[in-house]
């Protein structure tokens, strides 16, 4: 299937991708315009998750791309922002059920298990069989997390008993399995593990009244003497480090998002744009909205170059935390500007569902925040640029 350039796509970075990888996003932008597009906004109304769309959604190349156990086909770092981008120009809270799946939760596994947790674990979670979470900020923890974990793990012979609180845990309310960073009592060092939702002792409330990313199932996660085995704890997750590593893979793949989330806010604007009467004639014959249009195509258009960037420094291995660090706080920045544009264009009808720019305004704010702050990440970059770290 021939992929058509998105016009939004203004300098044409699409050509990078190789055409074979040119093949599968044009097959996964035309399912998710023909399955996924119709039903968003009355799941974002209800604040319900589409579950009917996962078996055909994960028989897409789009989960467990980047590891040899489940990678449908040769793929670059490139590609896989791409998907991240086309979900999220779609719904952002799609493309945060694929961040945690695919990007947090299998992103652990590949990072910090052994090479027998990842063929147990991956091959199945890529199939869409066994549904993932990644379970780090708590209610009294978020930016510190380094730090600040409360959640213990205590050594009993050959098992861990897990005991505290997680907040903000995205698709944990129907995770078979949730990736739970807790620090160890005997070291004092965070560790990784792998926690069955069955467990005794495990309880996942889901978070009303949120208004961004109302589609998402979050959740806030009770541990009260969870047991679980030594085989289920991370073999490579011995200190933050080896956190830091998954969130590093993560962090640029959220300013993809970004920008798709602001693709399909600038998409909806411009159909209005085209559509609205106002004095006789389409309102995009009028200057300021051809201004407005102008100013949200210019932040598209130079966040996607710096996500280009940043992914191909990933596949060239010489991507460091604040080359992501800053990917991520420019994108949602410039992401925060072009949602609200596009929603000035369109006037009142900027705030109803039905015009495609309000959802893409309200889910905004969750992807400016999670994955690091704006204000976390400018202090990554700072330490780089500096050599001094300010972060308290």
């Known amino acids: 299937m021939p992929l058509t350039p998105l016009a939004s796509d203004f300098y044409g970075f699409e050509a990078k991708l190789r055409p074979h990888e040119q093949d599968a996003l044009a097959a996964l932008r035309d399912w998710l315009d023909a399955e996924v597009r119709p039903v968003v906004d009355e799941a974002w109304e209800r604040a319900e998750f589409p ?22 086909f040769e793929n670059s770092a490139l590609y896989r922002g791409w998907v991240a981008l086309e979900l999220a120009r779609v719904d952002a809270s799609i493309a945060t059920y694929v961040g945690v799946q695919n990007g947090l939760a299998m992103g652990a596994i590949g990072v910090a298990g052994s090479p027998e947790q990842r063929a147990e674990w991956l091959p199945p979670m890529a199939r869409g069989e066994v549904l993932g979470a990644f379970g780090l900020t708590e209610p009294l923890s978020g930016s ?6 409360r959640t213990v793990a205590r050594r009993d012979g050959d098992d861990w008993i897990l005991d505290g ?21 005997e ?7 792998l926690v069955r ?32 085995p030594e085989s289920m704890r991370l073999q490579r997750a011995n200190s933050f480090r080896d956190t830091a590593a998954v969130l590093r893979l993560t962090r640029a793949e959220v300013a993809w998002a ?8 600038y998409e909806a604007a411009l159909r209005y744009a085209g559509e609205r009467v106002q004095f006789g004639k389409p309102i ?7 201004d407005l249009l102008a100013r949200m195509l210019g932040n598209i258009t130079a966040s996607i170059a710096m996500c280009t960037r940043v992914s191909e420094m990933l596949d060239e291995g010489v991507q460091a935390d604040e080359h992501a660090a800053l990917a991520k706080a420019y994108a949602t920045s410039r992401m925060r500007e072009t949602v609200a544009w596009a929603r000035e264009a369109m006037g009142g009808n900027g705030i109803v569902l039905d015009y495609g720019a309000a959802r893409a305004f309200a889910d905004a704010e969750a992807l400016y925040s999670y994955e690091g702050t704006r204000e976390m990440n400018t202090l990554i970059v700072g330490r780089a640029v500096t050599g001094t770290a300010a972060f308290v």
Do not use: C, Y
């Open 144 to 149: 510190d997390s380094a730090q600040g974990l």
């Open 51 to 72: 579950h009917q769309l996962l078996p055909a959604f994960h028989r897409h190349p789009v989960f467990g791309m980047q590891w040899e156990e489940t990678a449908a």
């Open 165 to 185: 609180e997680k907040r903000w845990i995205g698709n944990a309310t129907f995770a078979d399995v949730v990736v739970i960073w807790a620090k160890s009592a």
């Open 258 to 265: 970004a920008v798709g989330n602001s693709i399909g806010a």
């Open 187 to 193: 070291d004092g060092q965070v560790k990784g593990f």
């Open 197 to 228: 939702t069955d467990a005794p002792g495990w309880s996942a409330t889901k978070i009303e009244r949120k208004q961004s990313l109302r589609i998402v199932q979050n959740a806030d996660i009770r541990m009260e003497g969870v047991r679980v």
């Open 284 to 290: 995009a014959s009028h200057q300021l909205v051809q």
